[in-house]
């Protein structure tokens, strides 16, 4: 059987809106509620935080609620990974963003799935536009992560850990193809950058009520109240995350 870990990557120094991740949903800084949701899933989970004073808060706060987590390089969040990698030893890593509270375990699974099936080096959500912002799952083989640390890593992957995957021909990358394609709301934005984004987020937790909901209970609310969607739909962002 498959090792699994997904790596959960964080910091609280984000320039265009500092310690965003710390802010509530559902009663609990908004990653700490999407670690809880993914521990759901029978794969190993791991945070990946920067070991820089500008993260002290965040450091205190997974020793104190006991969380799974490495500590690591802020520039060089490939390092930061390879590292984690080299710890636990997965056969296959998946990488999420702590920004991205509304992430479907259920797309997490069926991704590893394929990944599975097609014996490739990476497989991602992030190379279908058809998905939202904020859906990004991304599994990549531990051979391929090792192979690719041996090569000179330009800056683009340091900071962003996986374009070397997708933009080099020495990698068999595809995008994640689900079984049953989901029609998302145009313009659906389910991560944060801005306080509209959070403004947003505020607006779903009021009527998903429950924080047990499904992907299917936030795609229905999002087509059923467009108007939501108005609050943040005008940020656009790189697929490059």
């Known amino acids: 059987m498959k090792k699994i870990l997904i790596i959960m990557q964080a910091r609280q ?10 802010l509530p949903l559902f009663k609990k800084p908004l990653f700490h ?13 791991i945070i990946a935080a920067p070991n820089t004073t500008g993260n002290l808060n965040l450091k205190k706060y997974l020793i104190e609620n006991k969380l799974n987590y490495h500590l690591g390089s802020e520039e060089n969040v490939f390092i930061r990974f390879l590292e984690v990698i ?4 997965p056969d296959i890593v998946v990488r999420v963003n702590s920004d991205c509270p509304f992430l479907s375990p259920e797309n997490i699974e069926s991704v590893v ?13 992030t190379l279908d536009k058809s998905f939202p912002l904020g859906e990004h799952i991304e599994a990549i083989s531990t051979e391929a992560f090792i192979r690719a640390s041996k090569n000179d890593i330009d800056s683009l992957t340091e900071e962003h850990v996986t374009p070397v995957f997708y933009k080099s021909l020495k990698f068999r990358s595809l995008p994640y193809s689900p079984s049953e394609k989901v029609i998302y709301p145009s313009g659906l934005r389910l991560c944060i950058d801005f306080k509209e984004d959070y403004i947003f987020f505020q607006e779903l937790e009021k009527l998903l009520l429950s924080d047990t909901f499904t992907y299917e209970d936030l795609i229905n609310i999002c087509n059923s109240n467009p108007e939501l969607l108005l609050i943040n739909s005008h940020f656009q962002k790189s697929r490059t995350v």
């Open 33 to 45: 509620f999407l670690y809880d949701r993914l521990n759901q899933l029978s794969f190993d989970l």
């Open 13 to 22: 120094t984000s320039s265009r809106l500092p310690n965003k991740i710390f």
């Open 113 to 125: 799935k394929q990944f599975i099936t097609l014996k490739v080096d990476y497989l991602s959500t």
């Open 86 to 89: 080299k710890l636990k030893s």
